[in-house]
């Protein structure tokens, strides 16, 4: 696959601040279906990368009702965690049952990473899928407390370089489970659209290390477009 950033980039952040989770939830509602119908009417499909966690659960289980072309959707994954398939904490097994079960998207169209293979063989097979897609239409990403986002830690190679591969087999994640997989940073900056979804007090520590220029891991996701980043007004004061 080509790599389409010739030179590191480096990330440019829009902040929207919200009032509320709800306030921010709406508005990622309203950007996703945006970026769909955008993406629909120009090349014929829509390609997103989902990410996991409760504010994402939430805005998952609201596009149930959306008026979409479903059928043009393709769904990937930013990780996921190591587990069986139908254990609880997959990211899979929560998009399925807040949101994919329940709507029109093809089956052949959703792209699990086969993390029940184990950290190393899911990465390579999943490798395989994402490199048939030049460009996402659309990254859904979190924050974490640490900085993290997808499953790239501090600490740990982020695969932000220009000739990262386009997945990561994390085999010692600081949090359980510890063996992981995820897109690099460098994959997940191959997209037209990014949004991160930031809400919790648990995160203003952050948020406050991201804005001054701190190189956590979210600080490596730096696609040509910039980033949109969601976060409650609480988390910037």
Not at 11 to 25: G, P, V
Not at 102 to 127: D, L, N, R, S, T
Not at 188 to 217: C, E, H, M, Y
Request: charged letters at 20%; glycine letters at 6%.
């Amino acid at each position: 696959m080509p790599i389409l950033n010739q030179q590191k980039m480096t990330q440019t952040c829009r902040w929207h601040a919200f009032d509320s989770a709800l306030e921010l939830e709406r508005a990622a509602i309203v950007k996703i279906l945006g970026a769909a119908q955008s993406a629909i009417a120009a090349r014929g499909a829509f390609h997103i990368v989902l990410a996991g966690g409760t504010t994402p659960r939430r805005v998952y289980e609201a596009l149930r009702d959306a008026a979409t072309e479903w059928r043009a959707w393709h769904v990937f994954y930013g990780d996921e965690r190591c587990l069986p398939i139908d254990h609880a904490e997959r990211n899979s097994r929560m998009a399925a049952q807040a949101w994919l079960d329940h709507v029109a998207i093809p089956a052949a169209q959703v792209h699990p990473i086969p993390a029940e293979a184990g950290a190393a063989e899911a990465a390579e097979k999943y490798a395989g899928v994402v490199n048939n897609i030049e460009l996402f239409d659309l990254v859904l990403l979190g924050l974490g407390e640490d900085g993290h986002t997808a499953s790239l830690f501090p600490g740990h190679d982020a695969g932000d370089a220009l000739d990262a591969p386009s997945t990561q087999a994390i085999m010692d994640a600081p949090k359980p489970p510890p063996q992981r997989v995820s897109l690099s940073a460098r994959r997940l900056s191959d997209t037209r659209q990014t949004i991160f979804l930031v809400t919790g007090n648990g995160k203003a520590q952050a948020v406050a290390n991201w804005r001054s220029g701190n190189k956590i891991p979210a600080a490596l996701i730096a696609p040509q477009c910039g980033v949109d980043v969601y976060v409650e007004r609480s988390l910037l004061e």
